[in-house]
Nanobody, 124 residues
Framework: QVQLVESGGGLVQAGDSLRLSCAAS????????MGWFRQAPGKERDFVGY????????SYTDSVKGRFTISRDNAKNTVYLQMNSLKPEDSAIYYC?????????????????WGQGTQVTVST
């Protein structure tokens, strides 16, 4: 069992930065590839990026490349999403997720555990 709790969301201005955190319970955090997804009202849940179990490999959707960075601190059972140069189109509920798969995936259905989400709103 893995329980995930996101934090760090809020209302910011376009161009600002924000760092989201996802704290995991249990002793198996380092065994899971972690993903970040986001969902705006009335839209599909979209892939943001994922990070390998070791933290040495990351992958991002094109729209956030160069602006967002995923990292993890396995000793703290925490994964982070650093978001820079935020745009209004980044506004969404952001979810962290853990998968039992041995490799990363951009598909929501490949993830087994989900956090409750944290709201990010970017104003102009």
């Amino acid at each position: 069992q893995v329980q995930l709790v996101e934090s760090g969301g809020g209302l910011v201005q376009a161009g600002d930065s924000l760092r989201l955190s996802c704290a995991a319970s249990g002793r198996t955090f380092s065994s899971h590839v972690m993903g970040w997804f986001r969902q705006a009202p009335g839209k599909e849940r979209d892939f943001v990026g994922y990070i390998s179990r070791s933290g040495r490999t990351t992958s991002y959707t094109d729209s956030v490349k160069g602006r967002f960075t995923i990292s993890r601190d396995n000793a703290k059972n925490t994964v982070y999403l650093q978001m820079n140069s935020l745009k209004p189109e980044d506004s969404a509920i952001y979810y962290c997720a853990a998968t039992l798969r041995d490799w990363g995936s951009a598909e929501s259905n490949d993830y087994d555990y989900w956090g409750q989400g944290t709201q990010v709103t970017v104003s102009t």
